[in-house]
């Protein structure tokens, strides 16, 4: 070879390694301290039952109403003192008893309540102990976590005995006792070829308000754009018309009948198969969510929700190593805006480049009051007040106190207000994937956007979510953009239940047996392609509750009572409104929807606690009026 052939060939080789520099640079994390192995708690054994021989009873306990994640009731092993009772237990390797202690009405009243002595004995050994004295320190009138070190005893059989002592004239607990073992894993290293994955669940969206489902002329450009790099479900549907079963679905990949999400409270009605008092809005703590198959294999965590009902204190942010829930910082808005959740999510990331993670960020921005956080159009006239404020609980009182229902111009205006606030949304869009690149994350970042549910905007004669399942509430949108991922559009039907096997898939790591989700980049050539959703909390045509199921494919949608009474039938392609009831034809979905129910719909998994502001959190989002 010539000089001048050596030249461009050296040329060419110095062009390709400032090309993989550049690369290389690009991606490089940069300085970060090194945070340790990722620590993860897996759930060896949880208290069901009152143990046999002891005076102690599952019952509702609650030192103080509604007080930050240390107060409300909860379900606990309760005793007058003094009392004891003894648990037969394997100790594992690196296991630890945790839990929470209170005395009922300590945090009501104070000045009253005599110190009470808490102990945890293995043989006569004490692995934790406190005394809780209310009048002194008023902390202890609320529930005191416990955290028991059983690391001394792994591998042995042991007799665990609870005690508690004092002279106090009202009943005492322990809550939420369970024996975890820690784990340690190896953090990964971020690296190009292993993409990290990043969720962002935008609550209330509905799909067909978006350019990229056909909306036009389009509000969401930055989505748009995004989805054309991406693969676009074009059926994608939730698992509920609300946030806690739905969430609950994506995070665990169960349907809310087994994950046992399924609302709340005693005002909601609790079914005759949970505890007395049991709290069925917490996640249940031996059931993994796709954070804890991610820390499972070494990745990092991040979490932020500004939806109280999507919070450590329902379980949902379980899993997350790093999670952050955002209060409104403004009076005129009631929920934290996309702003603040990008602005955590981005000061993390330049500090975790170093790390592969998965991230999951929850937006409240499209959720009413309408017109809250993007730029409120104008109010025509004639409108009333309640619409004109774009708020679905103070509209449906309306609706039920006047029977008038809402005009065209109304209908219209409602929608120019939820549109308003999806145009915010999208502009905030824009600005987290310009800084997700200038940090170098853009092309190993595996983006995937969905909701946990839609929005009825008077389409069947009621507004907000929870009551029926038209795909107004449930169809939504899921996007897959990023590394690896070809573009393209799916006419399959696909649902909640598939984010979890599709982020363990992207992240490597195998996912729970039997799980009803695939992976939406690999799917299985066989499967049918129906999506089930459910709601404990329907509405019948009068009004009254009823608790609803749907089947869907991309051509037919089956809704009935869960009881059997009742069905609606519709042909999607012909009748997407869903106004034309073809349940007198027949349908296949039929028998689909009866072995669903009957293979999921099983008695909610036992939690020894609840949320402590259930309600609150259900009223602040207006399910509860």
Do not use: C
Request: proline fraction near 8%.
């Amino acid at each position: 070879m010539g000089r001048a052939g050596r030249g461009w060939l050296a040329g060419l080789f110095g062009l390709v390694a400032l090309a993989a520099l550049a690369g290389a640079l690009r991606w490089a994390p940069g300085p970060a301290g090194d945070p340790g192995p990722v620590v993860l708690e897996r759930v060896v054994w949880e208290l069901e039952a009152a143990p046999p021989g002891t005076s102690m009873q599952l019952d509702v306990l609650e030192p103080v109403p509604f007080v930050d994640g240390r107060g409300g009731r909860r379900l606990a092993l309760v005793a007058q003192p003094p009392a004891a009772a003894e648990l037969a237990l394997e100790i594992p390797a690196g296991g630890v008893l945790r839990g929470a202690v209170g005395i009922e009405g300590a945090g009501v009243e104070r000045e009253r309540v005599e110190p009470v002595d808490f102990r945890v004995l293995v043989g006569d050994e004490v692995a934790w102990e406190a005394t809780l004295d209310p009048r002194r320190r008023a902390a202890e009138g609320r529930w005191v976590e416990v955290e028991a070190d059983l690391g001394a005893f792994a591998g042995q059989q042991v007799r665990l005995r609870l005690e508690v002592d004092g002279a106090a004239d009202r009943p005492v607990g322990w809550s939420g006792l369970r024996l975890v073992r820690r784990v340690e894993r190896p953090r990964v290293a971020a690296h190009p070829d292993a993409p990290n994955v990043l969720v962002l669940l935008v609550d209330t969206l509905r799909a067909d308000v978006l350019g990229a489902y056909g909306a036009s002329p389009s509000p969401t450009p930055a989505l748009d754009a995004l989805a054309r790099r991406g693969l676009v479900f074009e059926h994608a549907l939730a698992a509920a018309p609300w946030t806690m079963p739905s969430v609950a679905s994506i995070l665990t990949g169960l349907h809310p009948a087994s994950h046992g999400v399924l609302g709340g409270s005693e005002q909601w009605g609790v079914p005759a198969d949970v505890p007395p008092g049991a709290d069925w809005a917490v996640l249940a703590h031996g059931i993994p969510t796709f954070a804890e198959l991610a820390q499972d294999a070494g990745v990092t965590t991040f979490g932020v929700s500004t939806n109280p009902a999507v919070a450590r204190g329902t379980n949902l942010g379980r899993g997350f190593e790093t999670f952050h829930e955002l209060a409104a910082a403004e009076d005129d808005v009631r929920w934290a805006r996309a702003r603040a959740v990008n602005d955590a999510f981005l000061e993390w990331a330049a500090d975790h480049r170093a790390w592969r993670f998965v991230a999951y960020l929850h937006y409240m921005d499209v959720h009413g009051p309408y017109g809250d956080v993007g730029a409120r159009p104008a109010t025509p006239a004639g409108v009333r007040p309640q619409v004109a404020a774009g708020d679905p609980p103070r509209i449906r009182r309306n609706l039920r106190r006047t029977g008038a229902p809402l005009t065209p111009v109304e209908v219209g205006h409602l929608h120019d207000l939820y549109r308003a606030d999806v145009v915010a949304w999208d502009d905030e869009l824009a600005r987290l994937l310009a800084e997700l690149a200038g940090l170098g994350l853009d092309d190993r970042t595996v983006v995937l956007v969905t909701a946990d549910h839609g929005e009825e905007l008077f389409e069947h004669g009621w507004v907000g979510h929870g009551s029926h399942l038209y795909d107004e509430s449930i169809r939504v949108p899921l996007i897959v953009s990023g590394p690896g991922v070809a573009p393209g559009r799916s006419e399959r039907q696909v649902g909640g239940v598939d984010v979890l096997p599709t982020v363990a898939a992207l992240v490597g790591t195998a996912t729970p047996d039997d799980l009803p989700g695939h992976d939406l980049l690999n799917p299985p050539d066989a499967e049918p392609g129906i999506a089930f959703a459910e709601t404990r909390f329907g509405r019948r045509a009068d009004g009254t509750g009823a608790a609803l199921v749907a089947a869907r494919t991309p051509e037919w949608k089956l809704i009935r009572f869960a009881n059997g009474d009742g069905a609606e039938l519709f042909h999607l392609p012909s009748d997407p409104a869903e106004r034309v009831d073809r349940s007198a034809d027949g349908s296949a979905l039929v028998d689909a929807l009866a072995f669903w129910q009957e293979s999921t719909l099983q008695a909610s998994p036992v939690r020894a606690g609840g949320d402590p502001q259930v309600a609150e959190r259900l009223r602040a989002l207006g399910y509860l009026e």
